[in-house]
């Protein structure tokens, strides 16, 4: 089995060529990010549920996850295992060991509302991660400044976070809605 990383939800944004939502997972422990390209009803239930918003009826996440509670059943963590070209794959893990398929964007939106772990794949993290430049956009790491990386320490680390944060300070909630 893959090694897994845990994946913070850095934010969800507008692509701007395609205005396709983008949700953005950051490695806990680490400098690489994951842009996943999501659906508009999918984009909004992320954003509610790490903004803590309720919306006036429960949306279909907020169902699911109430299903599996009546079934006893709590979601323990969602695992990204594998992307293939701009898919990405998931699996939502209950607590009970019980694994079921998911596209990745409905298992952020249920771990968002349960705040359980996001893990990915080495196999994901090697395909689709990238760091961020100077100017706040995501690329390819190259070999060279992997190793620069590891030499800057926790000032590289906190300019880094510092310039994500400025990149996701113009995110709005209504940037989903139709």
Do not use: Y
């Amino acid at each position: 089995m893959q090694r897994e990383h845990l994946m913070e939800i850095a934010g969800v944004r507008l692509d701007v060529p395609s205005s396709q939502p983008v949700v953005v997972l950051r490695e806990a422990a680490g400098r690489r990010h994951v842009p996943i390209w999501v659906g508009t009803n999918e984009a909004t239930s992320i954003v509610f549920a790490v903004q803590g918003i309720e919306p006036p009826r429960p949306l279909t996440h907020d169902l699911l996850l109430e299903v599996a509670k009546a079934f006893g059943r709590n979601l323990e963590k969602v695992r990204i295992h594998t992307v293939e070209g701009t898919v990405f794959h998931a699996a939502l893990v209950f607590d009970d060991g019980s694994v079921v398929d998911s596209r990745a964007s409905d298992a952020i939106a249920l771990a968002a509302r349960v705040d359980c772990p996001v893990l990915c794949s080495d196999g994901v993290l090697e395909a689709a991660g990238l760091v961020m430049t100077g100017d706040g956009e995501l690329r390819e790491e190259r070999p060279e400044e992997a190793d620069a990386a590891g030499r800057t320490g926790a000032d590289g680390a906190e300019q880094e976070v510092r310039q994500f944060r400025d990149f996701l300070d113009t995110i709005d909630p209504e940037d989903f809605l139709k």
